[in-house]
C-alpha cells in the first residue's frame, strides 16, 4: 500500500461523526509498560511487557450543536463525562483500508479563545479496557443500507486463530429495526456469521465486540431485519 496524506481520515465517537469538527489527531497509539527482569548472567537488561494503555489527543474547532464535539465532550448535558466511549478512525475511504479503535474514556477537555480568534478546543481519550486495535474497515467511510445488504468482501489474505473486535458506530436509522453482523469465509462465497451486534432501533449508538476462536480469511458486514436507510461504518480487528 502506498503512503497516504489524512485527507481521508474520519473520527467517529459514539454514534457521532466529529470529522467536521476535528483539525487534527495526535499520538492516538499504544504504550506498555515495560517490567525489568535483570538477571546476574547477562550484561544488558531484560525486560517483559506488563499493562498496555491507549491514547489519542483530538484538536477540534468549538461546535456546541447537537452531536457535534462540545456535546459529546460534555457528555451532552454540561457535564464531565465518565462512561466509555468507543472511538473508530478510519484511515481510507474504501473497504478494506485501515482503522483503529478503541474503547476509552475521556481524560480532559479544554477550550481555548481570545479576541480574534476561532474557538478552538482539545481533547483526550486514554483507554479503559484494551488498548487501541489495529483493523481494517468493512465499510467505507459511512455506508447507507436502504434494507437488507451484504457489503464488500474483504480479503485479509489469510485465516488467523485469535479472534479479534469490531466497533460499530450507527449515524442515522430512518425506521425500523436494523440487524448488522460480520459474517467470515474460507472462499468469500460461503458465509457464516462471525459477529451479531445489538439490534439498531434508535441513533447515534454505539457499539463494541470482542470474539475469540477462528477468523477466516475473508470478512464482509451484513444488515438484515426490516428498516430503512441505515448509515453507519464498522471495522474489525484481528488478535
Not at 57 to 85: C, E, I, M
Amino acid at each position: 500500500m502506498a503512503k497516504v496524506n489524512g485527507n481521508n481520515i474520519r473520527l467517529y465517537v459514539q454514534g457521532d461523526d466529529l470529522s467536521g469538527d476535528a483539525n487534527s489527531l495526535d499520538g492516538i497509539g499504544y504504550s506498555s509498560t515495560m517490567l525489568d527482569v535483570t538477571t546476574l548472567d547477562v550484561t544488558a537488561n531484560k525486560r517483559i511487557t506488563g499493562l498496555g494503555s491507549g491514547t489519542m489527543g483530538v484538536s477540534v474547532w468549538f461546535d456546541a450543536a447537537a452531536g457535534r464535539s462540545h456535546a459529546l465532550f460534555t457528555a451532552n448535558s454540561g457535564k464531565v463525562p465518565t462512561t466509555d466511549q468507543n472511538v473508530l478512525v478510519p484511515m481510507g475511504s474504501a473497504e478494506g483500508d485501515p482503522s483503529i479503535h478503541m474503547v476509552a474514556k475521556i481524560a480532559n477537555y479544554d477550550v481555548d479563545t481570545g479576541v480574534d480568534t476561532a474557538v478552538s478546543a482539545s481533547a483526550s481519550f486514554e483507554s479503559s479496557t484494551y488498548t487501541p486495535q489495529f483493523g481494517v474497515m468493512l465499510t467505507s467511510h459511512q455506508d447507507t443500507h436502504a434494507s437488507t445488504t451484504s457489503g464488500g468482501t474483504v480479503d485479509s489474505g489469510a485465516s488467523s486463530s485469535s479472534g479479534g473486535s469490531a466497533v460499530l458506530q450507527v449515524f442515522s436509522l430512518s425506521s425500523g429495526t436494523a440487524d448488522v453482523k460480520i459474517q467470515h469465509s474460507t472462499n468469500g462465497s460461503a458465509w457464516t456469521d462471525l459477529i451479531s451486534f445489538t439490534a439498531v432501533t434508535t441513533s447515534p449508538n454505539s457499539e463494541y465486540v470482542a470474539v475469540t476462536g477462528t477468523v477466516n480469511r475473508y470478512l464482509r458486514c451484513r444488515s438484515t431485519n426490516t428498516f430503512t436507510n441505515l448509515v453507519f461504518a464498522v471495522d474489525f480487528a484481528r488478535d
